[in-house]
């Protein structure tokens, strides 16, 4: 048991699912899992251990932004042994060839800042995904069919961004899309030595101002958990 995650030793699988939302997490278990059980409800952050396959799953929310996830994610590594952590979400489409629905995964990410920045300083340390992870996801996406982006994404530490001067500059230097985790989660996956991947479903464009309804996310959504779970264990 730690601060926030309210585990015991062995409650917690070392494949671990990283949404935002704990009730994303809840859906992943209930889809997507067998057997789940409830092991975290500190702070309402759900997080779920269960089978996919046969092998042992645990889906644990992170909350929103790079400084919640670098909470959970440091517990997650440093006191349960977590090995392989992919975060699942969603994102804002920002290059002009991603669409809604499509899925992102994300090869590196930039960002202004992030909780480990104290630690880097002056050093702009570019994070990126595990090549294994990545290569597996492609491959699978590829499989179901499932239009799929493969390339750099911004981690933003502002949901309400005021820079549109900022937002071009990314879309003109290839950036696909914008969340607000990715770049922490591949930081202290390089710290610890642990595979990471980020694999995000577009539900809305920052720069058509198109967006999914709620009800066509679920659907879309689930090609990303599947993609996320087949990979970790390709």
Known sequence: MT????????DIAETVLLPGDPYRAKWVAENFLDQAICINRVRGMLGFTGTWKGHR????????????????????IRDFGAQTLIRIGSAGGMAEQVN???????????TVSTPSRTIMKE?????????????AAADVAAQRGVTTHIGGI????????????????MVRHGILAVEMEAAELYLLAARYK?????????????????????????????????????????
């Open 100 to 110: 809604l629905r499509d899925v992102v995964l994300a090869m590196s990410a930039t």
């Open 57 to 76: 799953v645990t889906v644990q929310g992170s909350g929103m932004g790079m400084p919640s996830l670098s909470i959970y994610v440091n517990e997650l």
């Open 194 to 234: 642990r595979r990471a991947l980020a694999v995000l479903t577009i539900s809305d464009h920052l720069i058509t101002g198109e967006a999914l309804p709620s009800d066509a996310r679920e659907t879309s959504f689930g090609d990303m958990v599947e993609i996320a779970l087949a990979a970790a264990f390709s």
């Open 3 to 10: 601060i926030h995650i309210g585990a015991t030793l062995g």
């Open 123 to 135: 050093l702009n340390f570019a994070p990126t995904a595990d090549w294994g992870l990545l290569r």
């Open 154 to 169: 911004y981690s933003s530490d502002t949901f309400y961004d005021e820079r549109p001067d900022l937002n071009e500059q």
